[in-house]
């Protein structure tokens, strides 16, 4: 599964990751796999001391653990700091080789007039528009749309087919994934005499420093202003952030998840899969809405919520666990007028 | 966030839209922005003579108001007769340049044997298959697929990536987004020993007129028939339709709704954000199904639907005031059980 | 609708499904439909021999019927072993022609250094990544991107402006659909001091033989190890296979369904629209997941689940008919509280 990986020796990791082995220095592991499921020719990792036990059981080759955890005998194991951390580092050096876009402006590629592109590479077919501005080291793979007078910062990456029209700002070291669509019109209508009337979107997307976006994620261009995703924002697969919406910092969008018109999320929100917020809502800071959850209303800051509509985590599991009884509940309270029922009538002939 | 759009005058707006001004006519605007949120360099809008009160303490430039609204002493303001349809012709004034695709076929679009596209703008990049007819005022812009035989109607407009494939009938003044796909084949298979046999999909999509279709949308094709989108119908990004649904007139589908397979909806029908419907359904004329619903049985004209299974929005209401109150009913059952007991204990011991 | 297609006689369709005619062999048809929806210039069917009654009414100019149906007097009828198969045969005769790709290699199409492509026909504007192979009987259409590394097998068909990244292994007969993106890399971070690090993403995605894909799906990336889908199973539009999830042999996942990371699906697993399961849970053979509903625990195979979250179908249709009911069971609780507090009371004043 993993052949086509880079091989490395646990020396190398220590050498990159600030490490330091115990064991076999010039075990080689091609692949990175959890505890239970490394085989000898993979690593596997340790978060926290008290775990470094379990992986003692583990058939990985080389094994990160913390600083402190105890010696595991018999196992090349590398200590470092954030074993975590490390692990990113790891995978860095087992990548296979991807695509590379040649630096420069590959021939097939159309460029608009006054469009400046230094430092760039700009991929087979790509579609530059006028006047729009592509900062160094930013690559564009094949069949990327970018329209007239956007701008793209350092270090962004567009993966191939990504289409971002005309006047989007674009910050450093974003990242557009595959058929990703940044800056279509907003869908907002006037209703006269049964028609609907287009409401032109003449505003912006702004999408900050950091941000990633998914696969065929869409996020709409605003009415007038911008819809606006702030500073290191990540943002999964298949997305729907609407027109006019504000995301706050350090958000977490995971895959499905929409955003209806003018909704604002705080700072450092969490939207498990196929969540949402309909439109113009306050989401404060900090709220986690659940999987399959959508807020109807404003949500204030820290909240974890859930449901359809999204209420309070622990209220939710309370009615869920109420729900459950309820089909009996039901035979329960039956019973229980047909008891009182009897009582009455005992009563009545009592007196 | 505006800077990237146009400048225009108040007196420039009076003449377009047919107002009048009060004020200052050489007051310059370059946004719009809602009432609370508008700086001095926008203009705002009030719908109705009631609010225009409101406006007064709106830091706005310019303002639209109703014909029959009350005088704003200190303001610029311009009398229309519908102020929201107005805003649209601001919105169209002040908007920035989007590319432009030169009419003709760019050299590196690719036109199969027989394609007719006079009077037309087609892309780099773009594909026009054998017998495809598009008509005169359509722009297909970078990146676009149009299969064999497919035909589009007058003053189209598809943005990049989009992909329409064979066999597909567009009206006129459609507009469909960046990579979304029209007439891939229906998820359509038969059970043969546990193989999943591919039941051919050869029919078409029909999109009829003034039509807009979001981006990332997918709509299929038909098993034999069409799937068709009837006219001034409205779907937002990332929705599915799926194969021999019919979508009625005027019909709103926001985004991420999903239609499975042969269902009718009828005329104004509007769908919230991730709505959705069931196979093989009867979806009545002017039916809404809210946020997060699914329909999951035939829906009668006119209703107001809610949750999962859709149900009235009244009923769904009422259930939720008392689901939120079910895991305290439990209490009180649980003790009314032990007044119950006690009261037929003592009866017990009376007797 | 269906005047695209190709017209056939029923003597022609009888030779290919193996059938026998009764009646007029020469009379044409050129589209299928259903039993009350047939035209006379179009082909019905019949599944099984209780219904062939019912088709005796319909106005279909040929109809297939299994071979131990009644005789319908006055009707063209094809008498076959299993009409659903052969109505697969018919339709595949009336299909109109759908664009083709010619064989080799489109001189706008861009590969890389070792790319392998014999007997291939890759379409106009395609990239293919360097020491990539596809195998023969594989179509590429327009603005596929098949990135560095990856294998095809042989007749699959990837449809216009499909994103393949790299090392992602495609087995035989894989069919996917337009926009779709395969290997994006996987939605996952890990967060350090208020910021998300990016956990690369060096796995593969591994599609085994006939697999089918929907249009703007996406299938991302492993961390390590790969993605997989396993033989014969489909995949509809718009849904969402997050990384190192196992997706089980011949299971049906309907558009708009979501696997989040890690999450085992077993064999012959059946989601319907719009459902879903959350990260690193294992789903049994043979489960259904209804419409809209998401698993957020592990489930047991062969179990029928609906809602969020999911649980046996019976027990959710039992919640169902009981939330109903509670709102007028508020009622009578409150009643029988009081019908009891009299009974106390009484009591009292008795004693």
Same mark, same amino acid.
Not at 142 to 149: I, K, L, M, N
Not at 161 to 174: A, C, L, Q, S
Not at 178 to 200: C, K, M, W
Not at 304 to 315: N, S
């Given at each position: ?166 006047? =989007?700002? %674009?910050? @450093?070291? &974003?990242? #557009?994934? /595959? !058929?990703? *669509? +940044? ?21 912006? =997307?702004? %999408?900050? @420093?950091? &941000?990633? #976006?998914? /696969? !065929?994620? *869409? +996020? ?25 919406? @504000? ?105």
């Amino acid at each position: 599964m993993t052949a086509h990986c880079t091989a490395v020796t646990a020396q190398e990791i220590a050498d990159r990751t600030g490490g330091r082995v115990e064991g076999d220095g010039s075990r080689v592991v091609h692949g990175v796999e959890t505890v239970d499921k490394a085989t000898p020719d993979m690593l596997t990792w340790v978060g926290s001391p008290e775990y470094a036990s379990k992986a003692a059981a583990s058939k990985a080759g080389v094994i990160l653990i913390p600083l402190e955890a105890e010696a595991l005998a018999e196992k090349t194991v590398i200590r470092v700091a954030d074993p975590d951390l490390a692990l990113c580092e790891v995978l860095k050096m087992l990548a296979p080789p991807q695509d590379v876009v040649d630096p420069g402006v590959h021939p097939s590629a159309v460029v608009g007039e006054g469009a400046a592109m230094d430092g760039t590479a700009i991929g087979p077919n790509v579609f530059v528009g006028e006047g729009a501005v592509i900062a160094r080291g930013t690559t564009l793979y094949p069949g990327v749309f970018v329209g007239r007078g956007t701008r793209i910062g350092l270090d962004c990456v567009l993966w191939p087919n990504v289409v971002v029209r005309e006047h =989007v700002t %674009i910050g @450093d070291r &974003v990242v #557009i994934h /595959a !058929n990703a *669509t +940044i800056g279509a019109d907003g869908f907002s209508y006037l209703q006269r005499e049964e028609r609907h009337v287009r409401i032109p979107q003449i505003g912006a =997307v702004v %999408i900050e @420093d950091d &941000v990633e #976006i998914g /696969a !065929n994620t *869409t +996020i709409d261009r605003a009415r007038s202003g911008a819809t606006r995703i702030r500073r290191g924002t990540k943002i999964d697969n298949l997305v729907m952030v609407a027109h006019n919406c @504000d995301i706050g910092e350090g958000s977490l969008l995971a895959a499905m998840t929409g955003i209806a018109g003018s909704t604002t999320l705080g700072r450092h929100v969490v939207c498990g899969g196929q969540a949402g917020a309909t439109d113009h809502l306050n989401i404060g800071d900090e709220v986690q809405i659940g999987a399959a959850s959508v807020a109807l209303n404003d949500i204030p800051a820290g909240l974890l919520i859930r449901g359809v509509p999204a209420r309070e985590l622990t209220r939710f599991g309370r009615e869920q666990v109420a729900l459950k009884k309820l089909p009996d509940l039901l035979k329960t309270i039956k019973k229980l007028e047909q008891r009182v029922q009897k009582l009455e009538s005992e009563r009545e002939s009592c007196v």
